[in-house]
């Protein structure tokens, strides 16, 4: 055989061994995919929630007098980078700290995985550490902004960012690394899919706690009355909900926490519908309330009736069928309806219906669990309502008493009546209305 023939077959058998190893190191696609599409979930769902922080400065830019605007605004931008940067320094490993007691464990600052980290160096079961700490991050940004609005047109600037500081820093993950952090209440088996308790109850309590020592605004009950204060603009108001309702689907679908299946997208599918639905149940049963109830409906409570339906579904999103997020999301309507005279009542001011919204209807959603979930049980999931409702008021109030004892958490009520965008930061939302 000639030479020039032999070097094609030399050539072969040289390049089969590389080609050999290169095959066997490049991972397939079934090793992979598991991988890239959870990652991928956790940030298109991360971006829906995130959009949430501009549907709550919309609510609250709506629901506050114009006087106020411009400081829901500055508390709205700065308690989510606030959060940010705890969550980074603190928060996600103390949420997540991996083995520990199941009660405390602070974790230290979070470190993303290297640029361009091969496969097998990743964690293929899971996701990339970058997109579950945005992912993470959102929830208790969202916490935060739950506290702001309640608290709304007579709290000073610089302490309720210390509280944020706190909040997010240590009291949301340290209580959420008993559920989503592996935890007692986890190992015990209390169920919280995306958060009616770990997040928007925590959000609820604190803001309880603060409405409390804060005081109702100037001349909200007199004489034994409740004196109405309407909102600057309600079509604002109105587009901040659908904002939350969009960003809703993202804190829900994303709390799968998998999408590498057929079963996992038809179940992040699932869960977008029923999230959904309870959020129409419960704008539908609040607008037929107050229609029955006064006579005419009450936009402030359709909003917060879907609100409402969104909180009590959070929960359990993926088991129940449609009928029963309807049902759920309507009890969640109905619960506000009553609520936000019920806080009147007992002179607890509560500007944008916070509470009602984010610990009521939080509370409801989480005992909700029992009807679709066979695995939980009406004691354990009251028993976790009662933890976080224990460890967060407390906790709320002892760091809002310091607060007040230290620097003071209320403006004067000069200030109060003159508006805390010209007292507390110079400058009006809407300053050509103001001086017309």
């Known amino acids: 055989m000639k030479l020039t023939k032999l070097l094609p077959l030399a050539a072969v058998a040289i390049a089969l061994p590389t080609m050999g190893l290169a095959q066997d190191a490049a991972p397939s696609f079934d090793e992979i995919g598991p991988y890239i599409m959870t990652t991928l979930l956790f940030c298109m769902a991360g971006f829906l929630v995130f ?62 995985d290297p640029v361009g980290v091969a496969a097998a160096d990743a964690a293929l079961d899971y996701a990339s550490v970058g997109s579950d700490f945005f992912f993470q991050l959102v929830f ?107 960003g809703w689907f993202g804190f829900n679908g994303g709390s799968q926490l998998a999408m590498g299946t057929v079963g996992d997208v038809s179940d992040v599918s699932r869960i977008f ?64 309806v009553f609520a936000v005279p019920f806080l009147d009542k007992l002179k607890i001011d509560d500007v944008v219906g916070a509470i009602p919204v984010h610990l009521f209807a939080g509370i409801w959603g989480t005992i909700a669990v029992i009807f679709y979930n066979g695995d939980a049980s009406l004691m354990t999931q009251l028993t976790g309502i009662v933890a976080y409702g224990v460890f967060t008021f407390v906790g709320a109030l002892i760091v809002w008493f310091v607060l007040k004892a230290v620097m003071g958490i209320r403006v004067s009520e000069e200030e109060e009546v003159n508006g805390l965008d010209i007292s507390e930061l110079g400058m009006e939302a809407y300053p050509e209305f103001a001086k017309g």
């Open 51 to 112: 959009f949430m922080a501009a549907g709550f400065a919309m609510l609250e830019g709506g629901l506050v007098r114009s006087k106020n605007v411009t400081m829901q605004m500055t508390k709205n931008i700065a308690l989510y980078s606030v959060a940010a940067i705890m969550y980074w320094l603190i928060g996600f490993n103390t949420m997540y700290p991996g083995d520990f007691n199941g009660y405390f464990a602070i974790g230290g600052q979070t470190v993303l």
């Open 273 to 336: 519908a029923n999230t959904n639905m309870a959020a129409a149940a419960g704008a539908v049963t609040a607008l037929i309330l107050t229609q029955v109830m006064y006579g005419k409906p009450d936009l402030t409570m359709v909003l917060n009736g879907a609100l409402a339906g969104l909180v009590s579904i959070t929960a359990e999103p993926l088991a129940p069928t449609l009928f029963g997020a309807l049902w759920i999301g309507a009890v969640g309507g109905v619960i506000v």
């Open 140 to 246: 208790v940004a969202a916490t935060a902004s739950i506290v702001s609005g309640a608290l709304a047109e007579r709290i000073k600037l610089w302490p309720f960012l210390i509280f944020v500081v706190v909040l997010t820093g240590l009291m949301y993950p340290i209580s959420g690394s008993w559920q989503w952090g592996g935890g007692w209440l986890s190992e015990m088996g209390f169920s919280d899919f995306a958060g009616s308790t770990v997040v928007h109850s925590v959000g609820g309590w604190a803001a309880l706690a603060g409405a409390i020592v804060l005081g109702p605004r100037l001349g909200k009950y007199k004489d034994g009355k409740v004196n109405p204060m309407p909102g600057s603009n309600l079509a604002l108001a109105t587009l901040g909900t659908f904002i939350l309702w969009l």
